[in-house]
């Protein structure tokens, strides 16, 4: 008969292989907690432009003020912690699009995801899309589209 400890030590081995093995099968090591719908409308913003695009940078450029990619903070709820010590997409990107919504703009989160990691980016528009804009904002990054005049009448022909 073996001694215990042999029987035990076999045993944990046998675990730490099979978990180890789990983990390393997987291309996503870290599984986020990210709440499915959280806001910052309690934090205001200096932008107040009529213009989609002006705005957008603006936010950007505020956001430039405070940012720092930190990932040991993906599960902080409080904007204020994450001004002091940083935050990731899901939160700068929830933080820009409460910012446009409360400026009178549609706006939000999209979640993109490949096999290693996720990311998240806010999508903006005017609500009158027949001679307005939209914007991506990625963090520290801004692209936005004027959309030319559209003949709605036209238009609607095209359409039936």
Not at 34 to 41: A, D, G, M
Not at 129 to 145: A, F, H, P, Q
Request: aromatic share 12%; charged share 15%.
């Amino acid at each position: 008969m073996k001694p215990i400890y042999e029987v035990l030590i076999t045993g944990i081995l046998l675990t730490i292989m099979v978990v180890s093995s789990y983990y390393l099968g997987t291309t996503n090591f870290i599984k986020f907690n990210i709440p499915l719908s959280y806001s910052y409308k309690e934090n205001q913003t200096d932008c107040n432009s009529s213009i989609l695009s002006k705005n957008a940078e603006c936010l950007r450029n505020e956001l430039n003020t405070f940012f720092e990619y930190n990932l040991s903070n993906i599960n902080e709820n409080n904007f204020t912690i994450i001004k002091q010590s940083g935050g990731v997409c899901w939160q700068y990107s929830n933080w820009i699009k409460d910012n446009l919504l409360n400026l009178g703009f549609n706006s939000k989160t999209i979640e993109i995801y490949g096999n290693d990691i996720g990311h998240q980016i806010t999508i903006s528009w005017t609500k009158n899309l027949s001679n307005g804009e939209y914007c991506i904002n990625d963090m520290l990054n801004v692209e936005c589209t004027k959309l030319g005049e559209i003949n709605i009448t036209e238009y609607e022909e095209l359409t039936q």
